[in-house]
Structure formats: structure tokens, C-alpha cells
């Protein structure tokens, strides 16, 4: 546990350029130690888009917090898989996941969505996957980081831009219902 810290201490990011991390990594569990250099690109972040609205405020907030828990992970993919930010950000996402799901599961119920049960599997691989990241991360897997990311900007593309897109005209009908019927 403390070579793990000591690992930790040693890798920091360029102070100058503030593009690569550099620094010795101690294994914690053999004792070994390398230098590491990993470079980092500057990528662009993404933004909010009302194009990304469910147009549900409480759905939004979740999908807002999404994409900032998307681009934190895109900043530190490259960080080792003991660092402080990645165990933080595994533990955002599994709280996303549960809450979000949960929220949204619960809206397109009421809303009598007719592709409930297949979207609901799509968010139950999503909660699966998250929890074989955390055995990644206690197994330091040293991949286990970028292959987070690669996974949220899958999620991202595929199922809160395209497939929720879906679910938009149902969350309103259902709005418009509570507001001829009160
Ligand atoms: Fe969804």
C-alpha cells in the first residue's frame, strides 16, 4: 500500500507544457520500478449541446454531470490506475449509473415507452461494465484508465446521443399529459 503512494509521488505532470506525465512508477506489489513518459493530446472537450437534452431538468442535470465526468476522464486517462482521480472518477460513474438509470427507468415506465425493456438492458451492460472496471482498478490494471474512457466516449456517441434520442418525444407526451391533466 505505501509503494503504492510512493508510485504516486513520483508521477506528475510536465509543470511546463502540462502535455505528458512523466515520472518512475514503482510496482507496488513486485517492487519494480520504470521510467514513463506518456504523452498527452489535447483534445477537445465536449460541451453541452441542447441537442443532448431529454428535455426532463432533472435528466439533464445527470447528463450534464455526464459529460463533465467524461472530460475528467479524459484528462486523467493517462494517470496510473492507483491514482486518487481515477478511484474518484470509477466511483462518480458507478453513482451516475445508479441514480441516473434509476431516474430515467423510472420516467420512461410512467411514460409507457415501447422500447422500455431493451433500453433498460442497454443501461444494465453499462452498470455491468463499471463493476468490472472496479476489479480492473483493484487489480491495478494499468490500461484500466484509458480503457474507461474509450467506454464513455463509446456511451456517449452511441446511447446518450443516439438512442436516448429516442426517449425525448415519449418524456414529453408524458409532460404534456401532466399539464392538460393536473
Ligand atoms: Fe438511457
Not at 460541451?47 to 486523467?76: A, Q, T, Y
Amino acid at each position: 500500500m505505501q509503494a503504492q503512494k510512493k508510485s504516486e509521488s513520483l508521477y506528475q505532470r510536465c509543470p511546463v507544457s502540462g502535455l505528458f506525465n512523466y515520472g518512475l512508477h514503482v510496482d507496488p506489489r513486485g517492487g519494480e520500478f520504470e521510467w514513463i513518459i506518456r504523452v498527452r493530446m489535447p483534445v477537445k472537450k465536449i460541451k453541452w449541446d441542447e441537442s443532448v437534452s431529454v428535455g426532463h431538468p432533472r435528466l439533464d442535470e445527470h447528463r450534464k454531470f455526464f459529460i463533465h465526468l467524461l472530460n475528467k476522464m479524459e484528462e486523467h486517462q493517462n494517470d496510473l490506475v492507483s491514482s486518487e482521480a481515477i478511484s474518484q472518477l470509477i466511483y462518480q460513474m458507478r453513482e451516475f449509473a445508479t441514480y441516473y438509470f434509476a431516474l430515467e427507468e423510472e420516467c420512461l415506465r410512467k411514460a409507457h415507452y415501447d422500447d422500455f425493456d431493451s433500453h433498460k438492458d442497454q443501461h444494465r451492460k453499462f452498470k455491468e461494465k463499471t463493476a468490472s472496471f472496479c476489479v480492473d482498478i483493484m487489480n491495478h490494471k494499468a490500461s484500466a484508465p484509458r480503457e474507461i474512457y474509450r467506454h464513455l466516449t463509446d456511451w456517449f456517441a452511441e446511447h446518450i446521443v443516439v438512442t436516448d434520442s429516442r426517449i425525448k418525444p415519449w418524456l414529453q407526451i408524458k409532460a404534456d399529459a401532466a399539464v392538460s391533466h393536473p
